[in-house]
């Protein structure tokens, strides 16, 4: 049975091993280089014979894919060079035990990964062909971390991070541990903040890999120590993320008797709970700290300002006074409006701006932390939402009898 199946698209393999020993042996010289081809060819027979895939795939990955530069530059054709690397990667078809087919993908995607400096681009071309190749889900999530590491090392990860916005669904599928999703958020983290993408992008990444310290002993959510500094300064920084329950995350909570980063978590605590005034305060006596963290402070007084509007705003009264917003976010009376305006456009609050009577009406306004007490709130509301219906659907069935009751008596009146 084994024979039966080792021949199918032997012809194409051996010709690859062909090929690639050919290309890997032409400086040797015609004698080394027929002997070493005969060698490797033979070598390469025994295995398809055997149904040894995985010394197979060994065997010629390991001069495909550091010999790239070489093939390329000897075989021109782009289109054919890849056909040879599916060929090779196709091997993955073949195993029927799941522990030799992880085995082979981890082989084959770090053998592609490797001298990430020679055409990145290419390689992560054939990395993702090998992921797609590839049905059990957990070789397809160790392929995919080796194409992150390529990715990263050879600055090509323009064209890996579209597949970020699939990671929910891809999470589903690989069904992955606690630590090997440590793994995956960081690798993302670390290229977002590489590729500067958006500030709330890395801090989504950086989030769920907090998250997964959760119930961890301290000596293991001391790893996360660093991760958790660095997204208290992304979050700081960010002009556009003003929503974040890190305060309750215990992997960012550890910080705040931390002997390094006590003051971090003490401004983070300011931008989630507090006003402008307690972060010029801060400001005063740590502005040292501020600047070699990377933070700029007028940025940070303009985020503040905002934050502050939003906590005027969820004092429950509905209304607030230009007066106190002036006081507030220390500005002039003429600025009042347009920070006003900026808290709406940033979608922090809806409001209408009354000014005859010089206030603002608010209708709604973000949460700027959403812990066990906003909780709390909106299970009341719902609480009482559903009160309210159960209020009206009993009113429409006792209308409902009362009619019915009251068309039974008028026809009862009904001369026959």
Known sequence: MTTGRAYIGGGSVLSVVRFIAEMSWAEAGPEVAE?????????????????????????????????????????ALTLDLECIFTIICDLVKRPESL??????????????????NDKPALRLKIMIN??????????????????????????????????????????KEWDLGVQDQRYLFLAISNILKEHKSSPKETIKFLTKYLATFSGEDANVMDEAKEEAAHTIIEFV???????????????????????????????????????????????????????????????????????????????????I????IKDTLKIEEDEVEPWVVKAITSKLIDCKIDQMNQVIRVSRCTERVFGPHQWQALREKLATWRGNIANVITTIQANKVNEEGTQGAMQGLVIS
């Open 99 to 116: 522990d030799e087919l992880l085995e082979m993908a981890k082989l084959l995607s770090t053998k592609i990964a490797q001298q990430p």
């Open 35 to 75: 002997q070493e081809v005969s060698r490797l060819c033979l070598e390469a027979k025994e295995c398809i014979v055997s149904g040894r895939w995985l010394d197979l795939a060994s065997l010629m990955i390991a001069s495909a894919a550091c010999n790239l530069t070489l093939i390329c530059h000897l075989f």
């Open 321 to 324: 006074p230009f007066s106190l």
């Open 237 to 319: 920084k960010a002009p556009d993320s003003f929503q974040h329950d890190l305060l309750e995350m215990p992997a960012v909570a550890q910080l705040e008797k931390d002997t390094k980063y006590a003051l971090l978590y003490q401004l983070l605590k300011i931008f989630q709970t507090q006003r402008l005034d307690a972060y010029l305060d801060f400001h005063a006596t740590n502005s040292a700290l501020l600047k070699s963290y990377g933070l700029v402070h007028e940025e940070c007084i303009a985020k503040m300002r905002l934050m502050s509007i939003v906590d005027l705003a969820s004092n429950g009264s509905g209304q």
């Open 130 to 171: 090998l992921y797609n190749l590839l049905e059990n889900p957990y070789s397809r999530f160790c392929v995919y971390m080796n194409a992150l590491k390529l990715a990263m090392e050879g600055k090509v990860i323009e064209h890996i991070i579209p597949s970020f916005k699939k990671i929910d669904n891809l999470l």
